[in-house]
Structures are given as C-alpha cells and as structure tokens.
C-alpha cells in the first residue's frame, strides 16, 4: 500500500484481557518501529525491528508487551493482561533503510482503551 | 540519554501571524532533527528534518527550522500562519543514523481565522 496501515484504529479492552495490534509497513521497508503516544504526551519508542530480527527493545514498559517480525514485513504488538495504564494510542512507522537520512513513515495508530 | 523540549504545549495564534515554535535537545553528540505535524485526525507527517550542512532547512507548507547547536536548539518557524495551520507540531531527535526517534511532548497550534 501507500503507507503504513494500522489495525484496529480503535481498540477497546476489559482491564486483564489480551490484545493484538497489527502493522502493516510499506512495502519493502526494512525497519520498522512501534511507539506509545499517552494523552498529552509525545510518542515514545516501544521496539525496533530490521527485517525480522528484533534489534531493540529497550522501551517495551514490562513483559507483558511482546513484539513479533516473522517474516519481516507484518508487525504484531501483544499487549498480555492489559492495565488501565496501557491506555494510549499505539503508532507503528516504517523505515525503508535503517542507518540513513530516511525519514520515519507512521501509520494512524491504533487507540487502545482499557476499562 | 537523550530527551527533547518544546517549550510551549499551546499556542493561539491569529491568521497572518508569525509562528516560531522553541525545541531544545539534549545530547552530546551529532544529531539528526526533525519536526512532524499531525493534522486532526491524521498520522505523524514529516514537515522538514536536518541532518547536515546548511542549518536553516526549508519544509513543506513554508515552514523552517534552524538548527543552533551551540544553544542545541531546532525552533520552527513560519512567517504567516493559516488556519490549515491548526494541527499539532512534534520536535523529534535521534542520534546520528540512530533508529529510535525522541520526542518532544508537542506543541498544539490553533490557528483563528
């Protein structure tokens, strides 16, 4: 496609369910990041992938979000027994090299609630 | 580690007024700079970045940044504002070539026609 597509654009989840956030980058691209915007704040960094390979994940807030890359295109962000403070917008971006003056291309995010 | 700060979270302007939007940084080595702008109800969308050579860069819609390192600062400007102006403006850094973007909390411009 023409950019990155997120999926849900809306999510929203009773405070211990599971839930899975899909991105899908533009084609080709080799990176491929995921960030977390909370109300009123700037995005901050999630994980970091090139290619399939999960190169960074210093930003993932506890163990139960998990990241996945399989066959280095389609992201899945797993979010396990959600608490009310993963509320926030979930924004995904592709890269199309890592380690070059190109930009960053974000998707609409995906707007998790938790009840 | 690095971190960003944009000094105003709002900011009401008139049609015709000038705009000039603060963004410092912190980080000790080369940087790369930018500023996205995400319209209501839009994505993130790049407005302009820095990366080398001439400090003043030119974005889309005539907005502009100038890159100070001494003052390690990257304040957007635009000479007249427009009511399409509205939207909110994020200053973002990574280290050179770095892959995680740092952003600041944002600023939300409201334009008045």
């Known amino acids: 496609g023409a950019g990155v597509s997120q999926s849900p654009r809306y999510k929203v989840a009773k405070r211990g369910q599971d839930v899975a956030l899909r991105c899908d980058p533009i084609s080709g691209h080799v990176s491929l990041f995921w960030y977390q915007q909370a109300l009123g704040q700037g995005p901050e960094f999630l994980t970091y992938?090139?290619?399939?390979?999960?190169?960074?994940k210093s930003g993932l807030p506890s163990d139960r979000f998990f990241a996945e890359r399989p066959e280095g295109s389609v992201s899945t962000l797993k979010i396990q027994r959600t608490q009310q403070e993963d509320s926030a917008v979930y924004l995904c971006?592709?890269?199309?090299?890592?380690?070059?003056?190109?930009?960053?291309?974000f998707g609409d995010g995906t707007r998790l609630s938790i009840l | 580690a690095q971190s960003v700060s944009q000094h105003n979270h709002h900011v009401i302007l008139s049609e015709a007024a000038s705009l000039e939007l603060g963004c410092n940084y912190s980080y000790g080595g080369t940087v790369n700079l930018f500023w996205y702008v995400q319209y209501p109800g839009q994505h993130l969308q790049l407005l302009l970045k820095?990366?080398?050579?001439?400090?003043l860069v030119k974005g889309i819609k005539g907005f502009e940044a100038e890159f100070i390192k001494s003052k390690f600062s990257f304040n957007l400007r635009k000479p007249s504002v427009q009511w399409s102006d509205t939207a909110e403006y994020f200053c973002a850094v990574n280290a050179e070539y770095g892959n995680k973007l740092v952003f600041g909390a944002g600023t939300i411009l409201r334009v008045k026609s």
């Open positions: 992938f090139q290619n399939e390979a999960q190169l960074d």
């Open positions: 820095y990366f080398s050579g001439d400090p």
């Open positions: 971006a592709s890269r199309a090299r890592p380690y070059s003056v190109k930009p960053q291309h």
